[in-house]
């Protein structure tokens, strides 16, 4: 009896899929002349096609091969990052491979653009990432992954990569120009049989007060000048700059790599302003005076430049707080929670006028969901600490005083509350016009993208081998006349 295998969408959604790294491996191949296939017409030009010896090759699409390691490979790593496979069977599996070569030899056909320096700077991401998890074993590395050599390893995640990017930029190309008229969004809703109409869980419209303690300015120089002894000490006694980030610096995402950053380049900079214009303004070999940005103090070292690209370490400070600071703050905090509970002072009124969050004060303190931009939390999706900031208060009931931190502030205070609350309840179009109209625009774009792989698989040389031929899959892989 034929396997069942779901569609693509079905799948590759799961955010365990799209970790481009784990996914399969592209391996080199040698394709052995065995019979001429024909000339298939794409869209835009002939794709001259070979048949590929079967021994090891579970498909051919396009330019593209799938092998049978490659699939193995891609459960051993969905299963190592803990995905729940037990309902996911090899012919699902193979489905998603199928799609997502599809996507990328049709993005070459229609001559997609690659940002190589994009690509170089994922896998240098990706390989300082794992390394930072495994104490900087590239031995274990290469073993892990069989290759004999980092630059071999390097040149496969480079292709990996450049292919799932192929892929994204295909897909975006197909349903970018996609939109829903109000119409449309009402006809959507009133197709869905009643019965089967979505329901919406319990949201929570959620605001926070944030009251951080002030930095002194004896605290401030005094991290300036342990970075100015760090810079002076390495320039005039060779001191190790990677030592000194390892054993001083407090960034966590690159402390254990000696303050080493992902590869920066001018086309694509993606650090903040203070750091990139500083890092763009030296020479090779030049360490910078300590400044500041958001995250604390830095200096940074430019280590090589290579066209467009800056290879940098750094080393962050954040300065100390005083106790009286952090005592100042903890009964301003105090005094505003005093004001609101005996009626002082709306929520909103004091967050306007006391809040150091400026992402959020100027809305009465509200939260922005940066999954949908609104102001609606989800409770069974909400992230796992605000949940439970907030899980035992009522409906306008103030919090306690909560100490918390995050990547830019040490030490904060802040205090919540729970401005509304929609209860579990069947779809409204007009309470919930904005998810329906997300899920409509979804639906568009499936069907769009339904329409375009029919038609790119008619187009592509596909060929499927093996037990693979056996596997019942909703697109026409086997292009059953």
Same mark, same amino acid.
């Given at each position: 009896? %034929?396997?069942?295998?779901?569609?693509?969408?079905?799948?590759?959604?799961?955010?365990?899929?799209?970790?481009?790294?784990?996914?399969?491996?592209?391996?080199?191949?040698?394709?052995?002349?065995?019979?001429?296939? %024909?000339?298939?017409? $794409?869209?835009?030009?002939?794709?001259?096609?070979?048949?590929?010896?079967?021994?090891?090759?579970?498909?051919?699409?396009?330019?593209?091969?799938?092998?049978? $390691?490659?699939?193995?490979?891609?459960?051993?790593?969905?299963? /190592?990052?803990?995905?729940?496979?037990?309902?996911?069977?090899?012919?699902?599996?193979?489905?998603?491979?199928?799609?997502?070569?599809?996507?990328?030899?049709?993005?070459?056909?229609?001559?997609?653009?690659?940002?190589?320096?994009?690509?170089?700077?994922?896998?240098?991401?990706?390989?300082?990432?794992?390394?930072?998890?495994?104490?900087?074993?590239?031995?274990?590395?290469?073993?892990?992954?069989?290759?004999?050599?980092?630059?071999?390893?390097?040149?496969?995640?480079?292709?990996?990569?450049?292919?799932?990017?192929? /892929?994204?930029?295909?897909?975006?190309?197909?349903?970018?120009?996609?939109?829903?008229? %109000?119409?449309?969004?009402?006809?959507?809703?009133?197709?869905?049989?009643?019965?089967?109409?979505?329901?919406?869980?319990?949201?929570?419209?959620?605001?926070?007060?944030?009251?951080?303690?002030?930095?002194?300015?004896?605290?401030?120089?005094?991290?300036?000048?342990?970075?100015?002894?760090?810079?002076?000490?390495?320039?005039?006694?060779?001191?190790?700059?990677?030592?000194?980030?390892?054993?001083?610096?407090?960034? +966590?995402?690159?402390?254990?790599?000696?303050?080493?950053? %992902?590869?920066?380049?001018?086309?694509?900079?993606?650090?903040?302003?203070?750091?990139?214009?500083?890092?763009?303004?030296?020479?090779?070999?030049?360490?910078?005076? +300590?400044?500041?940005?958001?995250?604390?103090?830095?200096?940074?070292?430019?280590?090589?430049?290579?066209?467009?690209?800056?290879?940098?370490?750094?080393?962050?400070?954040?300065?100390?707080?005083?106790?009286?600071?952090?005592?100042?703050?903890?009964?301003?905090?105090?005094?505003?929670?005093?004001?609101?509970?005996?009626?002082?002072?709306?929520?909103?009124?004091?967050?306007?006028?006391?809040?150091?969050?400026?992402?959020?004060?100027?809305?009465?303190?509200?939260?922005?969901?940066?999954?949908?931009?609104?102001?609606?939390?989800?409770?069974?999706?909400?992230?796992?600490?605000?949940?439970?900031?907030?899980?035992?208060?009522?409906?306008?009931?103030?919090?306690?005083?909560?100490?918390?931190?995050?990547?830019?502030?040490?030490?904060?205070?802040?205090?919540?509350?729970?401005?509304?609350?929609?209860?579990?309840?069947?779809?409204?179009?007009?309470?919930?016009?904005?998810?329906?109209?997300?899920? /409509?625009?979804?639906?568009?774009?499936?069907?769009?993208?339904?329409?375009?792989?029919?038609?790119?698989? $008619?187009?592509?040389?596909?060929?499927?081998?093996?037990?693979?031929?056996?596997?019942?899959?909703?697109?026409?892989?086997?292009?059953?006349?």
């Amino acid at each position: 009896m %034929p396997l069942k295998t779901i569609n693509f969408r079905s799948i590759i959604k799961a955010a365990t899929f799209c970790c481009l790294f784990l996914a399969s491996a592209l391996h080199a191949q040698e394709i052995i002349p065995d019979e001429e296939a %024909p000339s298939i017409k $794409s869209k835009d030009s002939t794709v001259n096609t070979t048949r590929i010896k079967a021994d090891g090759v579970g498909a051919v699409v396009g330019d593209f091969i799938i092998l049978e $390691s490659d699939l193995d490979r891609e459960i051993a790593q969905l299963e /190592a990052q803990g995905a729940d496979l037990k309902d996911v069977s090899r012919c699902e599996l193979f489905g998603s491979l199928l799609e997502r070569k599809l996507y990328a030899h049709q993005a070459i056909q229609d001559s997609v653009i690659v940002n190589e320096l994009y690509i170089q700077s994922l896998v240098e991401q990706q390989i300082q990432g794992i390394l930072a998890q495994t104490k900087g074993d590239m031995d274990g590395l290469l073993k892990f992954y069989k290759k004999d050599s980092e630059q071999a390893l390097r040149d496969e995640m480079y292709e990996i990569n450049k292919n799932g990017y192929l /892929a994204r930029e295909m897909q975006k190309k197909v349903t970018e120009e996609i939109e829903v008229t %109000p119409e449309e969004v009402r006809t959507f809703f009133n197709d869905i049989p009643e019965d089967e109409r979505p329901t919406f869980g319990t949201e929570l419209k959620v605001a926070q007060i944030v009251v951080i303690p002030e930095v002194t300015e004896a605290s401030k120089q005094a991290v300036i000048d342990k970075l100015s002894a760090f810079k002076k000490d390495i320039e005039e006694n060779g001191a190790s700059f990677t030592t000194k980030a390892l054993f001083y610096s407090e960034d +966590p995402g690159s402390k254990s790599n000696g303050g080493k950053l %992902p590869t920066m380049n001018r086309k694509n900079p993606r650090m903040v302003k203070e750091f990139r214009d500083i890092a763009f303004n030296l020479q090779e070999g030049e360490i910078s005076e +300590p400044f500041e940005t958001d995250f604390g103090y830095h200096i940074i070292y430019l280590e090589k430049i290579r066209g467009q690209e800056y290879d940098v370490r750094h080393i962050l400070l954040k300065p100390e707080l005083t106790q009286d600071a952090i005592q100042k703050a903890k009964d301003e905090i105090d005094e505003v929670r005093a004001k609101i509970i005996d009626g002082t002072l709306t929520f909103a009124e004091a967050a306007r006028e006391f809040s150091d969050e400026k992402e959020t004060k100027y809305e009465g303190g509200k939260l922005t969901n940066p999954t949908t931009q609104d102001f609606n939390f989800e409770l069974a999706r909400m992230d796992t600490e605000m949940y439970t900031q907030i899980q035992d208060l009522k409906d306008d009931a103030i919090s306690e005083v909560i100490q918390d931190e995050d990547r830019i502030n040490r030490l904060k205070f802040k205090i919540m509350t729970v401005t509304d609350r929609i209860n579990d309840h069947k779809a409204d179009y007009s309470r919930d016009y904005l998810k329906i109209k997300d899920l /409509a625009l979804q639906d568009k774009q499936i069907k769009a993208i339904e329409k375009w792989q029919k038609e790119a698989i $008619s187009e592509t040389y596909i060929k499927i081998n093996g037990t693979y031929r056996d596997c019942d899959y909703q697109s026409d892989w086997l292009k059953v006349k």
